[in-house]
């Protein structure tokens, strides 16, 4: 006995380790295992079947699809890649007497989407003992019971399927019966008591015998029944049934307390032996909360309700018995048709969320299943997204569909959308539902900065501050975060051989445009820059702005008097014939200034004369001319103190002083000196005339070096300076700004004036004017050949002597 025993282990345990991998025509993967294995049990390595690595499952998010209503009994491994028991797996809870059954999986692998679908047969392994549907079967048999009578009893009952289930029943050994057993292919199975010997209620009126019932598992498992048989009189008829097997079609929203059928049963006999009661012959606790059988009547209501989507057949084993205990037995198949009352479910798989706005049109981007567990028409789904938004279903496989993205994507514009995904069944009526999925859009780095102004102009006024603000600069780029994150630079160029970094810089966040240095106008004016705005991103996009820079104008310089000059060590003096008229030129004030617009604009008045009266300046011009003719009773000497003021504000000025000689006759020349010392004597303080109180002797030593002086101009002649003074018609400032009508003298109107000392051969010219009403003074004084000491005077082709 051990030893069979232990070969059965054996064998029980070889059962248990084998699996079987079919690779079926449409390409489905299937495996068969005992029921009831540990959990972790290796069915087989998935990876391998589908002719993938272990890896490859994990990278493309393999997955077994199992309904959230469903139990999952297996799962995958994913770092083997094996495919293993996850739950207790009872064949006979799954699958009942079915003689196949089998776990569906389908498999799902993403990038790129494929369904695999796998099958597990579940095979039975000896796990259930036989059972009677009662401890005790009673039999009431007439003693007139004629030899070969058969009497009806009730299978055992084997959870179990095929060699497992009840093979053979043995009754125990006695003198009146024998049990035979009916199993014809597809006809109800059931056992038979023959009688073999006439009864006798006289020698027996009882009778128990055991019948025990054997299953052809390895070990076989076996289950008992007592019989008891009572002795009666005569009962001649068993009850019959009117059809073997009942068939009936239920819908299953059928109402609780609905007749299903109705089963009969004749019975032959009259009176109480022919009185027949209905019950069921063996059925589960389920079931019997499921089903009723009127005793009476053979009525069988639905105490429950049915469900297509958990049993769709349903086998009754029924029993008729009359009063004396005879019986008899049918089969009632309940088929349940399915109606539309269960809605699409829709579950999200996998959904790539957020997306880059730069995904394609056409990208897969989600994955959705949709489940109906109803059959037939009802289960046809028909799966839109709603709403104007660039995202579409298309149909994968079975009933998975993927999202799609149909248009290009633009986070600037919308940022996320909201799918609301629709399931609608082909039932009727249709039933469907709706699930919401948000949808973000990431931003990609796809705008470059963008200039609020096409070009900017910047105006700072000269001799500004380093270091002053001066102008801004504004870019906005719609992307997000660091892609829209602005930053300014400057384009590294050169401004007048300068880095134009010396002479500005701009604020990298904000924008701002700083001077560097301080700018003088009279030395540039205006120079332009490169403003470079990049974002944040990767890679990062950048534009440019042109900054043009107006240095302004300030009035930071004086007016330059060119004429006369102002050097005090040289003295200038021109001659003004005696006879001019009024309204004569004798002569002009030429000044510039650096500065420009109104700032250059420049306005001459005389502030101090020897004769106010006698002379008058151009307020714009500069040209001196005589307010009224010439008298003889006018000095000789005027000394004219010029005032030439610009028009900025506060306005800059610079003086000058112009002598001016009265004389026809050089003879009168010698007494410049004198003007020239009195023009400077005017000029002394009180204290210098203290001064030269205090050296009162030396001032007579001066009239005697002035005498003597004189004494050798009167030998020798000298021109009025002791140097010539010399107004070149080309000495204008570098920076002078040509103003017409602003006082600043035009460089197509000049003046050349020449006076000479200590040549015979130097030639002595007035100022000349184009002007018509000017005093004529082409004359030259020229040296008398005859006589050194005699100097001619040439005016308008005459000549004097003196």
Known sequence: MENAGFSARCLLFGLSSFFLLVQTSDGDISYSIPEERNVGYVIGNLAKDLGLNAKTLSVRNTRLDVDDERKRYCDIDLKTGDLTVADRIDRERLCGLKSLCVLKYEVILEN????????????????????????????????????????????????????????????????????????????????????????????????????????????????????????????????????????????????????????????????????????????????????????????????????????????????????????????????????????????????????????????????????????????????????????????????????????????????????????????????????????????????????????????????????????????????????????????????????????????????????????????????????????????????????????????????????????????????????????SLVSKVIAVDADSGQNSWLSYQIVKSTDPGLFIIGLHSGEIRALRDITESDSMKQNLVVLVKDNGHPSLSATCSVYLLISDNLSEVPELKDMANEESNSKLTFYLIIALVLVSTFFLTFIILIVAVKFCQRRKPRLLFDGAVTIPSAYLPPNYAEVEGAGTLRSSYNYDGYLTTGSRTSDFKFITSYNDSTLNASGALKQNPDDSNIISLFDSGDSQEV
């Open 112 to 583: 790129p989407l494929e369904l695999r679908r796998i099958s597990i047969e579940i095979t039975d392994i000896n796990d259930n003992s036989p059972v009677f549907a009662n401890d005790v079967v009673k039999l009431e048999i007439t003693e007139s019971a004629a030899k070969g009578a058969r009497f009806a009893v009730n299978e055992a009952r084997d959870a179990d399927i095929g060699d497992n289930r009840v093979q053979e029943y043995k009754l125990q050994e006695n003198n009146y019966f024998s049990f035979l057993f009916h199993k014809t292919p597809g006809q109800e199975t059931y056992g038979e008591l023959v009688l073999e010997k006439e009864l006798d209620r006289e020698k027996e009126q009882e009778l128990r015998l055991l019948l025990t019932a054997r299953d052809g598992g390895n070990p076989p498992k076996s289950g008992s029944v007592v019989i008891h048989v009572t002795v009666l009189d005569a009962n001649d008829n068993s009850p019959v049934f009117s059809q073997s097997v009942y068939e009936v079609k239920l819908p299953e929203d059928t109402s609780i307390g609905t007749t299903i059928t109705r089963v009969s049963a004749i019975d032959a006999d009259e009176g109480a032996n022919g009185k027949v009661t209905y019950g069921f012959a063996h059925l589960s606790e389920d079931m019997l909360e499921m089903f009723t059988l009127e005793s009476e009547t053979g009525n069988l209501i639905l105490s429950a309700n049915v469900d297509y989507e958990r049993q769709t057949t349903y086998e009754l084993k029924v029993e008729c018995k009359d009063g004396a205990g005879l019986a008899s037995f049918a089969k009632v198949v309940i088929d349940i048709d399915d109606v539309n009352d269960n809605v699409p479910t829709i579950q999200l798989k996998s959904l790539n969320n957020p997306i880059p706005e730069n995904t394609q049109p056409g990208s897969e981007v989600g994955i959705i299943n949709v489940q109906d567990r109803d059959s037939g028409k009802n289960r046809q789904i028909n799966c839109i997204i709603q709403g104007n938004v660039p995202f579409v279903l298309k149909p994968s496989i079975k009933n998975y569909f993927s999202i799609v993205t149909t248009d290009e994507l633009d986070r600037e514009l919308i940022s996320s959308y909201n799918l609301t995904i629709t399931a609608t069944d082909e039932g009727t009526p249709p039933l469907s539902s709706s699930k919401t999925v948000q949808m973000s859009v990431s931003d990609v780095n796809d705008n470059a900065p963008v200039f609020e102004k096409q070009k900017y102009n910047a105006f700072v006024t000269e001799n500004n501050r380093p270091g002053t603000s001066i102008s801004s600069v504004t870019a906005s780029d719609p992307d997000w975060m660091q892609n829209g994150t602005v930053l300014y630079t400057l384009v590294p160029t050169v401004v007048h051989g300068i880095p134009v970094s010396s002479f500005i810089s701009v604020n990298a966040d904000s924008g701002v445009i700083h001077a560097v240095r301080s700018f003088d106008y009279e030395k540039f004016r205006n120079f332009n820059v490169q403003v470079i705005a990049r974002d944040n991103g990767s890679p990062p996009l950048s534009s440019n702005v042109t900054v043009s820079v107006f240095i302004t104008d300030e009035n930071d310089n004086s007016p330059q008097i060119l004429y006369p000059a102002p050097d005090e060590k040289s003295l200038m003096t021109e001659m003004v014939p005696k006879a001019a008229l009024s309204g």
